[in-house]
């Protein structure tokens, strides 16, 4: 063998090697390791150890940025974090469109958010997240974010009034400011001890993803079912990251996400339909609104909606809008 030879074998070889060898990835999150968002993570986890050999390697609590929920996707776009469960608001200070999602009261009930994330809607979201170097692999779901509270029971906006309310992003503090009550902005990994010691009055959160795993029942006495925002997750990969991968991995990879995000949804979905129940057994004062409160709390929150509506853009709201009632 000849010098040239001696060395493509070599490459040859070690280029092998690297490819048989398993990698690992590093997942952030931004909730406890007892909610949907986690077990939907390791549910990821299981099923590409499966398919390709890998790995994934998660962080809750947002530790990989810092303790800062909302620098993850950033993060995860310049290749910085591998990979990223987060929900929408989270990403909302590197790509506003994603607040579409959350805007207050845009959906009805879960056939309608289903008819957005497997839509042209959710298309439209992906495309855009790519262009901030972030692959969509898989919607999941944080659920309707319900408002809990120590002060009184919440009937009606003027309820609202005067709450000191631990909000997770900017247009939730205009919709709390739209009610009269006092947002501050505050990690979710904070929120617990800020309730506990009455930093804060309240907050607002999905029941089966998070109120009931994170166990905000112990820190919280009245909860309003008012359903004012829905909030979905996403599994995300770094475009970086995905584009290493040839077709087949990438395949293999979308598979697992798609599963994982599916089962983590159903399990969120189902720990709220049984949560209400449970919530009561913990000694909480739950109170479900009829459709008149309901439209009260919708039209309280209208001013919100538009000033949001603005700066996600009209063509991007009304794809939302005919995907939602198209159901
Ligand atoms: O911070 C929150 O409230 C949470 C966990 O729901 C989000 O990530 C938006």
Do not use: C
């Not at 290493?244 to 599916?262: F, G, L, P």
């Amino acid at each position: 063998m000849n010098k040239m030879t001696l060395f493509a074998t070599a490459t040859v070889a070690t280029i092998a090697a690297a490819t048989a060898q398993a990698d690992t990835y590093r997942l952030s999150h931004n909730t406890g390791d007892t909610t949907t968002w986690h077990k939907g993570a390791e549910k990821f986890n299981e099923l590409l150890q499966e398919a390709t050999g890998d790995d994934v390697r998660i962080f809750p609590n947002a530790q990989l940025s810092g303790g800062d929920q909302m620098k993850q996707a950033e993060m995860t776009g310049r290749g910085a974090i591998d990979m990223v469960l987060t929900s929408a608001i989270n990403v909302t200070p590197l790509a506003p469109e994603m607040a579409v999602f959350s805007l207050p009261y845009l959906y009805a009930d879960y056939d309608a958010v289903d008819a957005t994330t497997a839509g042209a809607a959710g298309d439209r979201m992906e495309e855009i997240m790519a262009g901030h170097g972030i692959k969509v692999l898989a919607w999941g779901e944080n659920g309707f974010r319900e408002v809990t509270n120590n002060v009184r029971p919440i009937t009606s906006p003027e309820d609202m009034k005067g709450l000191k309310m631990r909000v997770a992003g900017p247009m939730y503090i205009d919709v709390m400011n739209e009610l009269g009550a006092n947002p501050q902005q505050m990690q979710w990994s904070e929120t617990f001890p800020a309730l506990q010691q009455g930093v804060v009055d309240g907050q607002e959160n999905p029941i089966g993803a998070v109120i009931i795993p994170q166990r905000v029942y112990e820190v919280q006495k009245y909860i309003t079912t008012w359903h004012y925002s829905y909030d979905p997750i996403f599994l995300g990969v770094s475009e970086e990251l995905w584009e290493s991968w040839d077709e087949d991995t990438q395949a293999k990879v979308t598979a697992a996400a798609e599963e994982a995000m599916e089962y983590q949804k159903q399990i969120s979905r189902d720990g709220t339909a049984s949560g209400i129940a449970y919530l009561k057994e913990q000694g909480m004062e739950v109170y479900e609104p009829s459709a008149e409160e309901l439209a009260a709390f919708r039209d309280a929150t209208q001013p919100a909606f538009d000033k949001w509506a603005a700066q996600v853009g009209a063509d991007i709201v009304e794809l939302f809008q005919a995907e939602a009632t198209a159901t």
